[in-house]
């Protein structure tokens, strides 16, 4: 059986929650992400989507839709984080397949 985490999303940050203990494994607080990007990989077999979230000193936190809660996630992310408009969701239904594309850079 696959272990599985959960994703909790608050006006100050995104938490990354193990399903089996209750464990707060990652909390990605809102002010301190310089970068977020967006990738998508499909085949026959499976198909996987991410958000990753940069930190400006290297550091990063990839989230894919596996977590329970991605789909919540994706649709707070223009409540808290100063995208583009509508930019950003177009940004995600034009993904290519295999590719990582830029959805926020802090300016």
Known sequence: MEHM???QV???SILLIDDQTGHILRAIRWNEIFRVHY?????????ARCL????EYGEYVE???KA??????LGRMDEIVPLEGTLWSHKIKECENGKV????EAG
């Open 68 to 73: 329970t809660g991605f789909d919540h996630l």
């Open 101 to 104: 594309t830029t959805l926020y």
């Open 63 to 65: 989230i894919c839709d």
């Open 52 to 55: 990753i979230f940069d930190y």
């Open 10 to 12: 608050d006006p100050v």
């Open 39 to 47: 990738s998508k990989h499909e085949n026959e077999q499976q198909s």
């Open 5 to 7: 985490h959960r994703i």
